[in-house]
């Protein structure tokens, strides 16, 4: 029995990703790294910022996200992400610019609890991926 | 009647105006291919959103707790309305359109003595509402400089939208846009966001038991204000491949116009020229038989 399912990964401007042979994901989940195999419970979850991975054959693809939903159901994961980007050819500057921009955000007074989270998360992770 | 020389002119005039408006509706079908297509591709995204806070909705048992974005303020007094209209001008009725269908509504709201706030996106909207409605605009927006409809602009307008809603500026939040169906029909159409409407039908028809990680009111209260902005962004790309092809067939009349005043000015044109050579001929031979 083949251990594939699909998966879909739409922005608002456009389907970013279709596929339907992929073994295995992990997912940023909100609350943990969350890994999805074929004939998982119908599942709704959201996102914090950080790294699809995404197995299919012998590939790994990675993708960074900023926030974003996932659903599971039937066999089909759809992930909803306002943006998201290819680390393979991501480019540097960018990536410096975002950095950046999310620590002038965390910088602001009044933010509560769980944003300060999500933004210290995003800085972490997208330092973590200008390094290499 | 017109002498020969200021015929000429009006011919010419005629014939440049013609040119602007061909080349702006050239302009204006390779905008609205694009902008379709842009507005076909976001499809996925706002269906599966609208299908997964369906699901959401509808496994939340306790309707009283459950976020406000979802079930309104539980008051019906303020009424925000978001009318999306273009920036540039000479596009046919499509402004016209949208603002007849608000204000209609506006017509409405105040007949049943509730308030009335206006948030325009779009500078033509604002210019049209502005000579009745001043005092209800309580925001303009404009995205004049960006080129294309992005999210990021949607999600501006959205996060706006959200702030007022927390400060419990408005209790319904409605938007104003027109739906692209086909180049010559653009349907206008009112919807509203907050509290979200969810129709019966569509509502039965998920009855999948979902797990949530974290709890659903969580979910929600995370994905409620990212939907506005995704409504707000559908409303943005369907506005702006109505705005083209709206503008394209409005050209595309003008167009067609001009050709039949230049022929018809062609046809003065000849006319008098042929009575003046006439006339000549005419003062001509009488003189030279008088001799």
């Not at chain 1, 290819?86 to 933010?111: C, F, G, R, V, W």
């Amino acid at each position: 029995m083949s251990e594939q399912f699909n998966l879909e990964i739409v922005s608002p401007e456009k389907s970013f990703l279709k596929k339907d042979d992929v073994t295995e994901v992990v997912v940023p989940a909100f609350e943990g790294e969350m890994g999805i195999l074929k004939d998982h419970i119908s599942i709704i979850s959201f996102l914090k910022p950080g790294i699809i991975k995404v197995l299919s054959g012998n590939e790994e693809e990675k993708f960074y996200v900023d926030d974003g939903i996932v659903e599971f159901k039937d066999n089909t994961l759809s992930i909803l992400t306002s943006n998201i980007f290819d680390i393979k050819n991501s480019d540097k500057t960018k990536i410096q610019e975002m950095i950046k921009q999310a620590e002038s955000d965390l910088s602001e007074q009044n933010l509560d609890d769980q944003k300060k989270f999500i933004i210290s998360q995003k800085v972490e992770v997208l330092k973590s991926l200008s390094l290499n | 009647m017109a002498s020969l020389d200021d015929l000429k002119k009006r011919i010419s005039s005629v014939k440049s105006t013609q040119k602007i408006t061909k080349a702006m509706k050239m302009v204006a079908a390779s905008k609205l291919r694009r902008a379709q297509e842009s507005a076909e591709k976001g499809r996925p995204y706002s269906d599966k959103m609208n299908n997964i806070i369906l699901n959401l909705s509808n496994s939340i048992t306790d309707k009283e707790n459950s976020p406000k974005l979802l079930v309104g303020s539980g008051d019906d007094k303020v009424h925000l309305c978001i009318v999306m209209t273009s920036d540039r001008g000479l596009c046919g009725g499509f402004n016209t359109n949208i603002i007849k269908k608000a204000k209609l509504y506006f017509q409405k709201i105040l007949d049943e003595g509730k308030i009335l706030k206006i948030v325009t996106v779009g500078s033509k909207g604002y210019d049209q509402l502005k000579r009745i409605y001043k005092e209800n605009i309580i925001e303009k927006i404009s995205f004049k400089e960006s080129k294309n409809v992005n999210y990021f602009d949607a999600d501006k307008v959205g996060k706006i939208i959200i702030s007022k809603f927390e400060k419990k500026e408005f209790d319904v939040c409605t938007i104003f846009y027109n739906q692209f169906k086909n180049v010559i029909t653009q349907i206008p159409q009112e919807q509203q966001i907050i509290p979200l409407k969810t129709t019966e039908s569509e509502a039965n028809s998920s009855e999948d038991n979902y797990e949530f990680e974290p709890e659903e009111d969580e979910i929600l209260n995370n994905l409620l204000p990212k939907n506005i902005s995704t409504q707000i962004f559908k409303a943005m790309l369907e506005n702006s491949a109505s705005e083209q092809g709206s503008r394209m067939s409005a050209m595309d009349n003008a167009t067609r116009n001009a050709g039949e005043m230049v022929d018809k000015l062609t046809i003065q044109y000849n006319r008098s020229r042929q009575a003046a050579i006439t006339k000549e001929l005419i003062e001509i031979i009488s003189g030279a038989e008088s001799l």
